[in-house]
């Protein structure tokens, strides 16, 4: 699996993540990144232990739209199975961090998680080749959220790891963060692409 679990820390198994297992026949060899629970308040860490949400008025996701990408994903929530964020199985649907903001909160970071399967047909596959100033739309109950990307990079796995804190905030601003698997050697991926966007209009 990677990085121990041991506390502090926070695996995130999956895209954020990698995969515990793989999501289907074509799906690639599991990969996690360690991201220390201190990226989040308490208030948060203890709605994701307790197995809930952190509340806001803004309803959860239930579609991402990405056009430069032709993405039209359905999503899911996702929480913790003991240390470890599984993204959902289906490789063609992206998971939502329920430990994280809702889309349309006044503050904080959502975080949206995706597969990318090195044969194709990952909802994330192409995340890499967004530029900033790209949409991204997020459908929930009641309305859509639009994003603008700010941001596109591709950090190695203890990158991530070491910026976690600031990637995956839960106060400030809010914005929308999403996260694939990059780099793929035969056997495993190395690196995770880190998409940050904001909320416009």
């Known amino acids: 699996m990677g990085a121990a679990l041991t506390a502090p820390v926070l695996i995130l198994s999956g895209v954020l993540v990698g995969m515990r297992g793989e999501p289907t026949p074509r799906a690639t060899s599991p990969r996690t990144v360690a991201v220390p629970q201190a ?10 232990r307790d197995g809930g949400a952190v509340t806001h008025r803004a309803a959860r996701p239930r579609l991402v739209v990405v056009p430069a990408l032709g993405v039209r994903a359905a999503v899911a929530p996702i929480g913790l199975d003991g240390h470890s964020l599984t993204p959902p ?28 399967v ?26 859509t959220v639009a994003y603008e990307v700010r941001s596109v990079e591709v950090l190695s796995r203890a990158e991530l790891a070491h910026r976690s804190a600031g990637i995956f905030r839960q106060v400030g601003a809010p914005r929308l963060v999403l996260v694939t698997c ?11 692409v880190v998409v940050s966007a904001e909320p416009v209009g």
């Open 39 to 48: 990226s989040t308040p308490a208030s948060a860490r203890a709605a994701v």
């Open 182 to 192: 990059e780099d793929w050697d035969g056997t495993a991926y190395r690196s995770n």
């Open 89 to 116: 199985a289906d490789p063609t649907r992206v998971g939502w961090w329920t430990g994280g903001a809702r889309p349309g909160a006044p503050s904080g970071t959502a975080v949206l998680t995706g597969h990318t």
């Open 118 to 143: 090195h044969t194709g047909g990952g909802a994330f596959d192409r995340l890499d080749e967004l530029v900033p100033g790209d949409d991204v739309r997020v459908r929930r109950t009641g309305g």
